[in-house]
């Protein structure tokens, strides 16, 4: 859990909305801020005094309200560091915006605003962001077989014995059990790994089983006979 602390001197700030790529805007006292890589930042305003931010999207483009020098109320878009008005970016219009609550990662905007009567608005930019690339995924290789190193039948006059082995692939635990009935018990390791079996007088057989992430497994077996 991370402290995302408060801008200046303010005594506390509200975290209002995250983005795929962690960002996170909010609000410290008057102003809006945008947390990101362990810093917090103020996003800015027109001039004036006040600024809400609203919604981020992939990219990092943040949306709200803000105040210009006038102490007016304008809605904003945040990019490349730079905070810009709507009313100018969509030129000359007979509807007035009056606030901006969401934008996507093609850098559509959802505004409201009035004309004649009270309106809700799509903005579609002329030149629409480029969206993060999505994290690659992982490839996940199914475990082999358990490689036991030494013979796979054998006989001991002790009451313990110690098998070593290897595996390949994505490997999460590889687990054990002597005989046919018990629990099976964690080795030490993963694609490198050992224990030490408890052994009964006669023919024990050891199962070996090694275990992937996404559920896979592959077993192996070793007989070792206890001298009586």
């Known amino acids: 859990m991370t402290d995302i602390g408060a801008l200046n001197q303010e005594p506390a700030s509200e975290a ?21 890589n362990g810093s917090i930042a103020n996003i800015g305003s027109l001039g004036g005094f006040e600024t809400v931010a609203r919604a981020i999207n992939g990219p990092g483009e943040v949306v709200g309200l803000t105040q210009d020098m006038y ?22 219009s007979t509807a007035l915006l009056t606030d ?41 290789m199914p475990p082999s077989a358990a490689s036991i190193a030494g013979k796979k039948k054998l006989s001991t006059a002790g009451t313990k014995y110690t098998v070593k082995g290897k595996a390949e ?7 054990y059990r002597v005989g046919s009935k018990g629990p099976y018990k964690k080795a030490i390791g993963t694609t490198s ?14 199962t070996v089983i090694v275990h992937g992430p996404g559920g896979d497994s592959a077993p192996a077996k070793i007989t070792v006979s206890m001298a009586l």
Request: aromatic share 10%.
């Open 16 to 36: 209002t909305a995250i983005n795929s790529a962690g960002q996170v805007i909010g609000q410290s006292g008057s102003f809006a801020f945008i947390y990101q």
């Open 71 to 92: 102490s007016d109320q304008i809605p904003f878009v945040f990019k490349d560091g730079t905070v810009r008005s709507l009313r100018d970016l969509i030129g000359t």
């Open 100 to 140: 901006a609550t969401g934008i996507n990662d093609a850098g559509q905007i959802v505004c409201t605003g009035f004309s004649d009567t009270f309106h809700f608005y799509l903005l579609t930019p002329a030149n629409p962001p480029t969206p993060p690339a999505p994290s690659p995924t992982p490839t996940v």
């Open 169 to 175: 692939g994505d490997v999460t635990s590889v687990t």
């Open 193 to 206: 790994w050992r224990f030490t079996a408890k052994l009964k007088p006669g023919k024990n057989i050891i």
